[in-house]
């Protein structure tokens, strides 16, 4: 689980520089995606202030669903062999289908019912972020771990 919220933090690193980044190409302000992270604390207000306070919310929210998805994930991909943990490609196919079920569940369900304003975002920016720049390096973090892992010499 330490791996998993680990690989989750790093993995939520990469997903809001992408976000970032994407919100600034496109005209927008580049705090918006922490504006959105804080909405689901602070309500649809977060997104229209100029307060530094969502900021911060948003960080810390970023973080912890990060960290929080991430041990998740290392839950999940436990029940597997060390040997399919192992496979980078494995890996990235797996977190990039958790990726997708993340997007599908927090925005398509949980946004729609809970945060209405979200499910108004651009939903394939979120979906490439939640696959490619969350999903995908998390898995890759996982992979790794396991290859240490499994060419660490064992006590008998």
Do not use: K
């Not at 890996?91 to 958790?98: D, I, M, T, W, Y």
């Not at 969350?134 to 890759?140: H, I, S």
């Not at 996982?142 to 892992?149: I, L, V």
């Amino acid at each position: 689980m330490r791996i998993g919220a680990g690989a989750g933090l790093f993995a939520g690193a990469v997903f809001a520089i992408m976000l970032v980044a994407a919100a600034a190409m496109n005209g927008q302000s580049p705090f918006l995606p922490l504006g959105m992270f804080a909405s689901l604390l602070m309500g649809e207000g977060a997104l229209h202030t100029l307060s530094s306070l969502p900021m911060v919310v948003g960080t810390l929210v970023t973080i912890t669903l990060s960290m929080i998805f991430g041990a998740i994930y290392g839950v999940l991909i436990g029940f597997l062999s060390q040997q399919t943990r192992s496979n980078w490609a494995f890996e990235a196919l797996a977190g990039l289908a958790f990726g997708a079920a993340l997007w599908l569940i927090n925005f398509q369900v949980f946004g729609r019912l809970l945060f209405p304003w979200l499910a108004s975002g651009p939903q394939l920016v979120l979906v490439v972020a939640h696959t490619l720049f969350f999903g995908v390096p998390l898995g890759l973090i996982h992979a790794t771990a396991a290859e240490s892992d499994e060419a660490a010499p064992r006590e008998d």
